[in-house]
């Protein structure tokens, strides 16, 4: 049950995002953006938390999911450190994630040469 419950919150979430994207007039950019603002917003007010315990990385591997993972890493550090907390929870919250990301990103470009779109 746990596999079917991240699929169709994953879905859900995807769905909602390609909404917005066919109708509005917002760049890809932008609406990446608003989607780990909401994740931060919407931990600060322990509403996406529940959703992450119920949908696992339906919740947790979306955008809104990296904006939860960085209040969780802010207000951590807050709680340790003070003030300075808030300007390093959520760089050493995510830190293994951003950079695993840009570790494998390159391993890839020199494997399969990439070259620009004509």
Known sequence: M??????????????L?????????LMPGRVMVLLVCSGVLLSAVEIYQPLVDYAGAG????????????WKGMKTAINQDGL???FTGGFTACAAGVSASLIF???ASLIFKPQMKD
């Open 105 to 107: 990103s390159y391993l």
């Open 84 to 86: 300075l907390g808030l």
């Open 59 to 70: 919740a947790s591997v979306p955008l809104p999911g990296f904006g939860h993972l960085l």
């Open 2 to 15: 746990d596999y079917f419950n991240a699929f169709w919150v994953g879905g859900v979430i995807c769905a």
């Open 17 to 25: 995002v390609q909404i917005l994207l066919d109708k509005t007039k």
